[in-house]
């Protein structure tokens, strides 16, 4: 198994380590010759979506990736990630791989309290520790989308065909169990 983590701003060395507890291959994604090799999933970090938006179009990585998702390639995008998955922002103009049939509001929970720890139930995965830092909150969802974790009635894990969206940092805990779902996923759908 080997997954693709887009590294050219945020949290993707956190992930990298996720994977490797979890028993799966990485490497990083920063320049298009790194898309040239095969591989079974892609993550898209936590991070400042706008930046790793804005990077993404002027390193050539945008288009090829967005083929990849829309042709099935799995994909867990975490909290930035999620922003750059979602079909609608409720408050910004922007739309990036527009993948995921969700509409999400960036930075949700304002600013004081923009981080915080919680636990929360994941269909199929169980209890897990979340972590959100100035996290998004998914607002709807769209046909075909289920909603596979919310705490306090608020929605922050989503699930659409081979995209899974999370508004929390799964990588910065001591738990793989997402990690280890995410897998099981791209074991299944046997590659694009
Ligand atoms: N607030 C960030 C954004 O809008 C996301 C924060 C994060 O990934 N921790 O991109």
């Known amino acids: 198994m080997k997954i693709a983590v887009l590294s050219v701003q945020g949290a993707f ?7 490797s507890l979890s028993g799966a291959q990485s490497f990083e994604i920063r320049q298009k010759k790194d ?3 095969e591989f079974d999933g ?3 970090p936590g991070g400042e979506s706008t930046v790793m938006g804005k990077l ?4 050539d990585l945008f288009e090829i990736l967005q083929n990849k998702i829309q042709e099935g390639l799995p994909v867990l995008g975490t909290c930035a990630g999620l922003i750059l998955l979602a079909q609608k922002l409720s408050n910004d103009e922007h739309v990036y791989f527009g993948t995921l049939p969700v509409t999400v509001r960036r930075n949700a929970y304002g600013r004081q309290l923009g981080s915080f720890y919680a636990e929360g139930e994941v269909a199929k995965v169980g209890k897990i520790p979340m972590a959100f830092i100035r996290a998004p909150l998914v607002e709807s969802v769209g046909a075909g989308t289920e909603v596979i974790a919310r705490v ?5 894990g989503v699930k659409y065909r081979n995209q899974i969206g999370v508004s929390f940092h799964p990588e910065v805990t001591a738990c793989t169990r997402l990690h280890e779902y995410f897998l099981e996923i791209c074991r299944h759908s ?3």
């Open 42 to 44: 892609l993550i898209l």
């Open 35 to 37: 898309l040239e090799q």
């Open 190 to 192: 046997g590659g694009i």
């Open 13 to 19: 060395i956190e992930h990298e380590k996720m994977l």
């Open 56 to 59: 993404l179009k002027e390193l």
């Open 152 to 156: 306090d009635e608020n929605i922050v």
